[in-house]
């Protein structure tokens, strides 16, 4: 994910590869993997923690006493544990409870990308790899909005089937969690006509963002409801908190800034003062407290 190389004066993530896998995770290690004697946490970069040096899984660790595995990747969707089963056979299943986050929809396949479970999308046509946000600006500037419609239908009818097979697979007791800065309600908006005008004054980025909404990305309400029964609890935290973050060196405590681009799969070289995109250490806090409750019963 190259976050512990964009971030390291920010943040030491405690970066660690988890035993006869090839999966580097998130830290603090857990000090055993026995079973039901720790739980896990599957998501995307807001669950790893980007940016915190105590994300929500460490939080509620230390309040239930009770090891946390953080199997946070960013840019995951719900497809890219379905598709690494040796996670789901060996660690998921092998926990007392699983929070399962709701991840973006952007990380999901359709007849045009194929996304192998995440967010950096491979080309069907002709094989090349881009990140979504290219994606669909792509779609919305090539298209009409009949064609946008039908290819996003497709991507959510996609993410609700991987996300009930992917909480079915869990044989433990499961929260699905919605960690946003919004609501679940949201209207996407096609700007397919308006793209060369949108581009020209506020960059190409805005129009994708308008379809997607705020993280998790092309996931609305209609959605929630139809995947929530299968998981054993449903909880969510709607918070800005703190947000947006100053980036701070933990070495000097003085105002710093990153290079995008160090975060590797191709992203743009920008320069960041602030955390504007992931959830602040606050909304950590919150997202703890909201799931404090339902971890304690199931422990």
Known sequence: MGYQDRDWEIVDYQDYRLENTEFTLRGPQPSTLEKDSYFVCLGAAQTYGAFC???????????INLPALNLGFGGAGPDYYLQN???????????????VQV???????????????????????????????????????QNNKKYVAKIVAETRENWIKHQIELLNEIEIPTILFW?????????????????????????????????????????????????????NEYVECVSK?????????????????????????????????????????????DAANSLLDICQKFI
């Not at 045009?112 to 919305?140: C, H, P, W």
């Not at 096609?190 to 998790?216: D, I, M, R, V, W």
């Not at 409801?225 to 998981?231: F, N, P």
């Open 53 to 63: 040096p105590e994300p929500y899984p460490q939080l509620v660790s230390q309040k």
């Open 85 to 99: 089963m040796e996670l789901l056979r060996k660690y998921i299943n092998n926990a007392k409870f699983a929070v």
């Open 103 to 141: 991840m973006s929809g952007r990380s999901e396949s359709n007849s045009l990308f194929n996304s192998g479970g995440m967010e950096y999308l491979t080309k069907i046509a002709d094989g090349s790899k881009v990140r979504a946000a290219v994606a669909y600006n792509q779609l919305l500037k």
């Open 179 to 231: 960690f946003s800065t919004r609501p679940t309600h949201y209207k996407e908006i096609y700007l397919c006509k308006q793209f060369a005008y949108l581009s020209l004054f506020f960059g190409q980025t805005k129009a994708s963002n308008l379809l997607f909404g705020e993280f998790p990305q092309l996931i609305d309400s209609a959605m929630i409801e139809q995947v929530k029964e299968y998981s």
């Open 241 to 285: 908190r703190g947000f947006p973050q100053r980036l701070i060196n933990r070495f000097s405590g003085k105002p710093t800034k990153i290079d995008t681009a160090a975060a590797g799969q191709g992203i743009r070289s920008r320069k960041w003062k602030y955390n504007k995109y992931y959830p602040s250490p606050e909304m950590h806090i």
